[in-house]
């Protein structure tokens, strides 16, 4: 009977020690999984300075959900959408660390531009074509322009005394495509002039003409991006990457690590995205009223605003590998950006406006189109000698001033529907 007991008693502490043990797991496992979670946290939401703008992201909703007056939700909505770009370019370079360069610099270039992209489908969706338009066009002359001008500056300031250099065959690459894409943007315009005066008699053959004409052209500039990125990120990647650079890489992928796990990384970036596209479809709805309100052309806010905010981090970043005097990535940067723009965002919108059934062409009217040729010629003479100093800097920036003042006094009206085959119409 005494061994029976002691047996007994035996068990009944085992069945205790376990259930302890199992009670001890379960707190040390939520203990884990909340320190996960602050350190996400902190990471995610206050790894940048411009966290002091993401009250805006809440405030844009509750005055959406209150009625508010409009100019207020494009306000807070615009706010909001910078540093939801910034941490949507953090997280993908997350994810890189642990899916490789190559698939990490190929989702680098799919979620680089996603704030303009998100921007772009919503107005195409609302046949906001002149808002679409516009913010496309300006964010390229940002990166050309004010992203590139404003580093070259800062650089050359920065350097003054050494002969800041850089390797052209990078920038030769994605010159080759903006012109490729100049090129595909001219021709829809010059077959619309190239009609005179009978345009007036067969404008819906001509509507029809240069829609075909874009849709080709579109399906071939996404061709061309597919190679550059085949180009960049398999067969020619030394013209990307100078021998002082891969070694600096290699030193810092042996000391970083990812300071948060692959799928906390792509939640963060699912749940960044969905709120992206809800801040977009407020400002894209917004817009008109707030150019109303405020006094100034839907071109300008558009043109000017919009990639301002879009491209706010890519701006920070090409800024300081400037006063690094490390141009080539500040040249990836601005140029990349304005190559993704020019030979993959604006092609998409064309292809999903056809398969939508939006109108969408690559006609975007004498002024939108000189700017964009003169802007890609002024660069292509800034960077032909391989070298740098702060007056090619501010000769860009003061080029992009120009064309904004331009935008500032082009006034549209403001009920427009559709800005088709560089036409207005009401």
């Known amino acids: 009977m005494g061994s029976l007991r002691d047996l007994e008693n035996n068990v009944g502490e085992e069945l205790e020690r376990k259930n302890d043990e199992e009670i001890i797991m ?3 496992k939520n203990a884990q999984f909340f320190r996960i979670l602050l350190v996400n946290f902190q990471e995610v939401i206050l790894g940048t300075k411009l966290c002091l703008l993401l009250p805006a992201i809440p405030l844009a909703i509750l005055a959406q959900y209150y009625h ?17 770009a910034e941490r949507v370019s953090f997280l993908t370079e997350q994810i890189a660390h642990f899916t490789g360069p190559t698939v990490g610099g190929l989702l680098n270039a799919t979620c680089g531009n996603a704030t ?16 679409l338009k516009y913010s496309l066009l300006g964010s390229i002359l940002s990166n050309l322009l004010l992203v590139l001008g404003s580093s070259l500056l800062c650089g050359g300031l920065a350097n003054i005394k050494k002969e800041q250099r850089f390797d052209r065959k990078q920038a030769d690459v994605n010159s ?20 005179g005066p009978s345009i007036n008699n067969i404008n819906n053959n001509v509507a029809t003409s240069i829609l075909g004409l874009s849709r080709v052209s579109s399906i071939g500039m ?11 990120l398999k067969t020619h990647r030394q013209f990307f990457e100078s021998p002082e650079e891969e070694e600096e890489e290699n030193k810092v992928s042996e000391d970083e690590e990812a300071v948060i796990g692959f799928w906390s990384s792509f939640a963060w970036l699912i749940g960044m995205t969905i709120t992206i596209a809800l801040l977009s479809e407020y400002v894209v709805g917004t817009i008109e009223a707030a150019s109303d309100s405020w006094g100034i052309s839907v071109s300008f806010i558009s043109l000017i605003l919009l990639p301002i905010v879009g491209n706010a981090a890519e701006h920070a970043g090409s800024i300081i590998f400037a006063l690094k005097n490390k141009l080539d990535i500040s040249l990836g940067v601005a140029l990349g950006s304005a190559s993704q723009i020019s030979m993959f965002v604006v092609p998409l919108c064309v292809i999903v406006g056809w398969i939508i059934g939006v109108d969408m062409d690559l006609d975007f009217s004498i002024l939108e189109t000189g700017s964009l040729a003169f802007s890609i010629i002024l660069i292509a003479f800034t960077l032909q000698d391989g070298t740098s100093h702060y007056m090619k800097g501010v000769i860009l920036c003061l080029a992009y001033c120009a064309i904004g003042a331009c935008f500032f006094f082009h006034k549209i009206p403001i009920n427009i529907e559709n800005y088709s085959y560089g036409i207005m119409s009401a």
């Open 68 to 84: 508010f007056a409009r100019p207020w939700i494009f306000a807070f909505s615009l706010l909001g959408l910078a540093p939801l």
């Open 26 to 28: 379960k707190k040390k």
């Open 176 to 195: 080759l495509l903006l012109l490729l894409g100049l090129l595909c943007h001219m021709l829809p315009l010059m077959y619309r002039l190239a009609l």
């Open 116 to 131: 303009e992209m998100i921007i772009g489908l919503f107005a195409l969706y609302q046949r906001k074509i002149h808002v």
């Open 222 to 232: 996404l061709i061309a991006y597919a190679a550059y990125l085949f180009f960049q």
